[in-house]
């Protein structure tokens, strides 16, 4: 890939992301396939990405519990002793 072609595809990428975005980029190595370039970012969620995360985070809470639950039954119903 030319140089060129490669900063057209970052530019592309960068406009994609939003004024919001941070991005970084990190070259790597230099092996046999010559160095590897790598872009990551952080930029905040949309409202539909926020919901989705909220649906999974519910999800999740209620497996853990269950697996727990589950945990107890399966160890004959112990329970946690606090410690004082």
């Known amino acids: 890939?030319?140089?060129d072609a490669a900063i057209d595809r970052l530019t592309?990428?960068?406009?994609?992301?939003?004024?919001?975005a941070r991005a970084e980029l990190s070259v790597r190595g230099g092996g046999?396939?010559?160095p590897r370039i790598g872009v990551a970012f952080d930029r905040p969620q949309t409202a539909e990405e926020e919901?989705?995360?909220a649906r999974y985070?519910?999800?999740y809470r209620e497996?853990?519990?269950r697996e727990m639950r589950l945990l107890g039954e399966a160890l004959g119903g112990a329970r946690?002793?606090?410690v004082a």
Do not use: H, I, V
């Not at 592309?12 to 919001?20: I, N, T, Y």
């Open 51 to 53: 919901a989705r995360d």
């Open 32 to 34: 046999p396939d010559g």
């Open 12 to 20: 592309a990428l960068r406009a994609q992301l939003g004024p919001d």
């Open 1 to 3: 890939m030319s140089l």
């Open 57 to 59: 985070a519910a999800a």
């Open 63 to 65: 497996a853990r519990a």
């Open 80 to 82: 946690r002793r606090s």
